[in-house]
């Protein structure tokens, strides 16, 4: 197959499962062209090493790469996010076209949902097919955010995702929730293939604690509760902070809040306003650090607010941290929440309530060590079963070889 894989963003930015999946197609025989942005996200600033050019082409990991211009951004303004997914889709429209090889038929990953636009007009342009594979889910995922409130751009928002719907010959969702929200719809359920995603960068092998960087970091000698990842709106970690408060009595507990986002400030401000003294924020830390930052963990946390959209949401973070080994608090509920119980991989909370996050912890605290090793095992058995890359991404190949034999 001649695959054109679509996305806004590729490595060096953050989006390992879309370049795991070039790799891996690669791997199988397949001529795979990734068509994308010039990288800035998360910052909205440009890598070092660019350059905003009409286009640009590199080869990583052996995928060749075309690159085409966009507005840099990833802030709150309303206005120059939405610059930056639609000069991505105007550029990539444009383009395309000409830059890229003809393929059998075009993977466009969302989000943003403006994606689908040079799905629709490249496929038409060059009489082939597009794959729709949903991340997120719109506009729901704007609502949930606050990234839009008010009544008409939602939806206009909705009316295009219905149109996009309309017009992709297939659709891949990460979630049972994610299939019955476009069944109800309209979206015809043959259509639809619910194909979870990996444990990207695969399973990690175990690392022992490295007390120097316990020491280096301050979490020697404390019940380590390591939160990874965003700090966005849809996370919700003030109620972190709140339980925090509540955990005051137990000196040796220790939440440890790792990543940026946009709620990172207003949460450093809470955080000396409550003049907590068992939560340390401490930046972004780069995939290969992760590691070794894991093993220091007793418990790893996810938190997400309590939405109609997260009842449907199985994010990432959930499965990167079945591969730790370290058992999971997860104050999530629905899909991502069922992730967990089945596995036996931890602990289940209400999200959004810091009495039932601090009780899940004080739970923790009160296992013995081999309990909660008992949870990480759990984890790991499930990482590489049910959600291993080959399995995951043979089931990804098996739909696309479907549509390229139309």
Not at 29 to 58: C, D, I, M, S
Not at 85 to 94: C, E, I, K
Not at 192 to 207: A, R
Not at 218 to 245: C, D, K
Request: proline share 7%.
């Amino acid at each position: 197959m001649r695959i054109l894989l679509l996305t806004q963003w590729y490595p060096p930015e953050p989006a390992l499962f879309i370049q795991e999946l070039a790799q891996d197609l690669l791997s199988r025989g397949h001529e795979v062209t990734v068509l994308t942005g010039f990288p800035n996200y998360p910052a909205g600033k440009l890598y070092p090493g660019y350059q905003l050019h009409l286009w640009q082409r590199e080869i990583l990991g052996g995928v060749p790469i075309i690159r085409v211009p966009l507005y840099l951004d990833h802030s709150l303004s309303r206005i120059k996010r939405v610059l930056n997914y639609v000069s991505f889709a105007l550029s990539s429209s444009a383009l395309g076209f000409w830059l890229a090889p003809r393929p059998d038929f075009i993977f466009a990953y969302h989000p943003p949902l403006t994606i689908g636009l040079p799905a629709w007009i490249l496929s038409r342009l060059w009489g082939i097919r597009f794959v729709y594979q949903i991340q997120d889910m719109w506009p729901e995922t704007l609502r949930a955010t606050g990234m839009l409130k008010t009544r008409c751009p939602l939806l206009l928002v909705e009316s295009f995702a219905r149109w996009t719907y309309s017009k992709a010959h297939s659709i891949l969702v990460i979630s049972p929730g994610f299939k019955k929200n476009l069944i109800d719809k309209g979206v015809p359920p043959e259509k639809v293939y619910v194909v979870s995603n990996w444990v990207e960068g695969g399973i990690p092998q175990c690392t022992a604690k490295d007390e120097l960087l316990a020491q280096s970091l301050g979490l020697a000698n404390r019940f380590s509760v390591i939160y990874a990842g965003n700090m966005g709106e849809a996370q919700g970690l003030e109620t972190v902070l709140e339980a925090a408060e509540l955990l005051n009595d137990l000196p040796q507990v220790l939440f440890v809040l790792i990543g940026d986002g946009i709620a990172l400030p207003r949460l450093k401000k809470l955080l000396i306003s409550k003049g907590l003294t068992n939560v340390r924020f401490i930046g972004r830390h780069s995939p290969d650090a992760m590691q070794g930052i894991y093993a220091l963990a007793d418990v790893l946390l996810v938190h997400i607010k309590d939405d109609p959209l997260f009842r449907i949401t199985i994010p990432h973070k959930i499965l990167v941290y079945l591969g730790t080994g370290k058992p999971i608090l997860a104050a999530i509920a629905g899909d991502a929440a069922d992730v967990i119980r089945s596995a036996g991989a931890g602990i289940v909370c209400l999200p959004g309530n810091p009495q039932a996050l601090a009780s899940a912890v004080r739970s923790f605290v009160a296992m013995s060590p081999d309990e909660r090793n008992t949870f990480g095992e759990c984890g790991i058995h499930m990482a590489s079963t049910r959600y291993s890359r080959a399995t995951l991404v043979t089931e990804i190949e098996k739909v696309l070889l479907q549509v390229s034999e139309l």
